[in-house]
T-cell receptor, first 112, second 111 residues
């Protein structure tokens, strides 16, 4: 089935470790996005990419890094510089500029 | 950047009641979407509605782009309608199109 796959669903890491969250889509979409959601809050944009090998910072990029080496993949690395990484992370994609966006099922990251 | 405000922040309904959720945005947008976030956190697409009115079963949405707002109507609410409803807007700019979310409306439908 076509869609957006995020893995893993749950992730536990020790403080100070980098961790990479996976996002893969088979919708042939050009644009991909990463969002962070804290409990009871809305979604905040971390990074987005309109095309392979290009990406832009969103509103809360500090402490995160991304790559876009393939059209179907947009992994997010949460680095040790991120002061409060425990959150729910959501990945999305859209066909092109301004078209309808679709979301994956999310990854819950807990740092202990 | 663009501001997106949703109201009310919380809504408690008796099963069978109707309700209206509102989304205001501070600048012109190229498109607007409504989502429902279920208890497991998944975002379900409800409407892609840059302007005009659309209906899907008991849900309908209207966007008046010139006045910078959108409304989501829930009729004959059911307990399965509980969850958080988000609107999100897109502005197409040279650096790319950012999808910006409002703070959401948390809906609880009581049996």
């Amino acid at each position: 089935d076509g869609g957006i796959t995020q893995s893993p669903k749950y992730l536990f890491r020790k403080e100070g470790q980098n961790v990479t969250l996976s996002c893969e889509q088979n919708l042939n979409h050009d644009a991909m996005y990463w969002y962070r959601q804290d409990p009871g809050q809305g979604l905040r944009l971390i990074y987005y990419s309109q095309i392979v090998n290009d990406f832009q910072k969103g509103d809360i990029a500090e402490g995160y890094s991304v790559s876009r080496e393939k059209k179907e993949s947009f992994p997010l690395t949460v680095t040790s510089a991120q002061k409060n990484p425990t959150a729910f992370y959501l990945c999305a994609s859209s066909a092109n500029r301004g078209s309808e966006a679709f979301f994956g099922q999310g990854t819950r990251l807990t740092v202990v | 950047g663009i501001q997106v405000e949703q109201s009310p922040p919380d809504l408690i309904l008796q099963e069978g009641a109707n309700s209206t959720l509102r989304c205001n945005f501070s600048d012109s947008v190229n498109n607007l979407q409504w989502f429902h976030q279920n208890p497991w956190g998944q975002l379900i697409n409800l409407f892609y509605i840059p302007s005009g009115t659309k209906q899907n079963g008991r849900l309908s949405a209207t966007t008046v782009a010139t006045e910078r707002y959108s409304l989501l109507y829930i009729s004959s609410s059911q307990t399965t309608d509980s969850g958080v409803y988000f609107c999100a807007v897109v502005q197409i700019k040279a650096a790319g199109n950012k999808l910006t979310f409002g703070g959401g409306t948390r809906v609880l439908v009581k049996p």
